[in-house]
């Protein structure tokens, strides 16, 4: 990939760009998505020039993840000026945010580094909104003479933003919509990808058919319906929506194998279906708490408390099920039920 | 548990305020909204801990223990016994 564009060589100092998303942009977006080479859709950080800029234009800062970049220099079609490319390894916005890359000491060393004060005549940055997690606005001011102005949470807003530098309430929520949550399933299944494969392909030799699609369905429901379904599945905890939604893809598997053996004892058939639940639904409500840290609402302490919770229903849960096949199986073999 | 994001460790003194506005401005969620003499604390049952108004609060008056909200981060510190969870470069990181 050649996504880590240098200019060094050229001598100067601001790298020329524009707002065209080419291709290969695309492409690189796309690779991103599905969490190939993770860390390497980056830019060079630094200071890039938009359109034809003069020391008077705006000054916008993003993070080094072509993503974050690419969607800020696009959304500025039209528009001349400076964006501030801080060194975040990497990493979107928010998340750097999260964990001080796109930060107060790396803002203020940028500045320095790139000779801003020489190059504009204002003393004003623009921050996107999510940066402030990791931004003293204050403290910049403080140590470097420039003062912060945050902007909309999300770059479509930039343009109606610039025509007053006043974000609507709106502008300043952030949001987790259906197309926010989709983009974010490819990378969610390169993560479950090998337990897939191995549980579906373990499964089907040890337990056939039905046994393989069951497991690989409740791991699917986990990462796929979860992120869908997200807003509308009942009760505020992921682990609890987890644990219904992977209930209700566990009973057409139960339901086929209670039909399926008519001659076998109740209790044995009961059995089945007990374990069968116990085991795709703690899978899939797993699967649901780990998907908290995609989304943009959940706190530490709130996640803590679930963990604390449910990590340990879901194992009893989990492990009561597969004692369960366990024995029915030896049952089956032995007894013939 | 009914809801585990019911309560937080945000935590605002308006006696410290000194009515700047930027933490209305700086929160993702709506949880600070512009008061006559003082910010108003008007959905605290909102705020997911980003630590953003407290870091930008010039006069000290917000308080939070700030961290990223993600079960994948924690149960892997919980597992290997390193200290508090952050997103990384690494391959199995929970931010995109």
Not at chain 1, 58 to 69: I, K, R
Not at chain 1, 94 to 105: E, I, M, P, V
Not at chain 1, 245 to 270: D, R, S
Not at chain 2, 61 to 85: D, F, H, N, W, Y
Request: proline share 6%.
């Amino acid at each position: 990939m050649s996504e880590y564009k240098t200019t060094a060589g050229t001598g100067d100092r601001i790298h020329p760009t524009t707002s065209t998303i080419t291709f290969a942009d695309h492409w690189g977006h796309f690779l991103a998505r599905w969490g190939y080479r993770r860390g390497e859709h980056r830019v060079e950080p630094g200071l890039y020039g938009l359109g034809n800029p003069s020391p008077d234009s705006p000054v916008f800062v993003t993070a080094n993840y072509t993503l974050s970049f690419d969607g800020l220099r696009s959304a500025l079609a039209g528009f001349d000026g400076y964006i501030l490319v801080l060194d975040t390894e990497g990493i979107n916005v928010w998340c750097a945010a999260g964990k001080g890359t796109f930060g107060t000491d790396e803002l203020v060393h940028r500045i320095e580094l790139t000779g801003l004060k020489e190059i504009v005549s204002h003393r004003t940055l623009i921050l996107p909104q999510l940066g402030a997690a990791g931004v003293s606005a204050h403290e910049v001011e403080k140590r470097s003479g420039f003062c912060i102005e945050y902007g909309p949470i999300r770059v479509a807003d930039l343009p109606k933003y610039l025509e007053t530098h006043e974000a609507t309430p709106e502008m300043r929520r952030v949001t987790f919509t259906l197309r926010d949550r989709l983009v974010l399933i490819p990378v969610e299944l390169t993560h479950v990808f090998p337990a897939l494969v191995i549980s579906g392909v373990g499964l089907f030799l040890l337990g056939g058919l039905l046994v393989s699609l069951a497991v690989v369905s409740a791991i699917l429901a986990g990462v796929v319906l979860f992120p869908i379904l997200l807003p509308w599945l009942p009760t505020p905890n992921f682990s609890t929506k987890g644990f219904i939604l992977g209930g209700a893809v566990a009973i057409p598997f139960v339901l086929t194998a209670f039909l399926g053996h008519p001659q076998g004892a109740w209790w044995v058939k009961a059995g089945w279906v007990l374990m069968g639940i116990l085991v795709l639904s703690s899978v899939t409500a797993f699967l649901a708490l780990n998907f908290t840290g995609s989304t943009p609402f959940t706190s530490r302490s709130g996640v803590r408390r679930e963990i604390f919770a449910y990590i340990p229903l879901m194992a009893v849960m989990f492990g009561t099920g597969l004692c369960m096949a366990v024995v029915f199986s030896l049952l089956r073999v032995w007894g013939g039920r | 548990m009914l809801n585990a994001y019911r309560s937080n460790t945000l935590q605002y003194d308006p006696e410290g305020c000194i009515n700047c506005g930027i933490c209305s401005v700086v929160c993702p969620h709506g949880v600070f909204a512009t008061g006559d003499g003082v910010a108003q604390l008007v959905s605290p049952q909102a705020c997911m801990e980003c630590g953003a108004c407290q870091l930008n609060c010039p006069a000290e008056a917000i308080q939070v223990e700030s961290g990223v909200g993600c079960a994948t981060a924690m149960i892997r510190a919980a597992l290997t016994g390193k200290k508090e969870p952050v997103c990384g470069t690494d391959s199995s990181s929970c931010c995109s």
